[in-house]
């Protein structure tokens, strides 16, 4: 089955700093989906990227699907204190029937 | 337009115990998985259930089995219990069809002591 390494792991920026997580993946992938979970919370949908070379942006966050369709990445924008979450990119099984495998995830501290 | 919601939140059990979780899908979804995670870990996928059959299967043991309902609901049983099946267990509903977003719900949080 498919696999996605995410980096990195953990990361601690100042309210205001950019911040970038990595996704990658050692095979091509149909898509990639990217989801935040709050802590306490559960995983939130934030986007799904499905073309080559893609592109999408949500206010501050940027979400870019590598030309291979092996990597992927967010970049966030002037943190802000609501931003503070693990961000996940999971990959979806060999079958693709909606079996979403997750990895560790990115965990952001913003300090204020 | 209710989303997923999952009962109960929160729960205690000891060891040994059996414990059975329900979740209902979001409307028009039909295609329920459900998920554990472990504190500080991503969610590991438990099953899937499409058309009240097991569809998919990660990797736990036989005491975790499930359930669909025709109304799509479905539940999540855990037998004998044990320390290291304390996790928030998540329920996320999807539309038929492969590769298509999932809506997880709020999830239930299960302490076995």
Redesign the interface.
């Known amino acids: 089955g498919q696999q996605v390494m995410q980096i990195p792991q953990y990361q601690h920026v100042q309210e205001g700093e950019d911040f970038t997580t990595y996704c990658n993946s050692s095979t091509t992938l149909s898509n990639i989906q990217w989801y935040k979970q709050r802590p306490g919370g559960h995983p939130v949908f934030l986007i799904q990227l499905v073309k080559s070379g893609e592109v999408k942006k949500q206010k501050r966050l940027t979400f870019q699907f590598g030309e291979a369709k092996k990597n992927s990445s967010l970049h966030i924008t002037a943190t802000q204190t609501t931003d503070v979450g693990t961000y996940f990119c999971p990959a979806y099984g060999s079958s693709n029937t909606g079996k979403l495998i997750f990895g560790q995830g990115t965990t952001l501290q913003v300090k204020p | 337009d209710a989303g997923v919601t999952q009962s109960p939140t929160h729960l205690i059990k000891t060891r040994g115990q059996q414990v059975t979780l329900r979740c209902s899908p979001k409307s028009g979804h039909d ?1 329920v ?1 459900w ?1 554990q995670q472990a504190l ?6 438990i099953f ?1 259930y499409y058309e009240e059959e097991e ?2 299967r ?1 990797n736990f043991p036989d005491r975790f089995s499930g359930h669909q309902f025709p109304n799509y609901s479905s539940e999540l049983n855990v037998n004998a219990l044990l320390l290291g099946d304390s996790a ?1 267990y ?1 329920c ?1 509903s ?1 539309p038929s069809g ?10 239930t949080r299960l302490s076995v002591l």
């Open positions: 295609t998985s998920y500080g870990q991503g969610p590991q996928f899937q569809r998919q990660g928030l998540l996320a999807s492969g590769g298509n977003i999932q809506y997880f719900g709020a999830g």
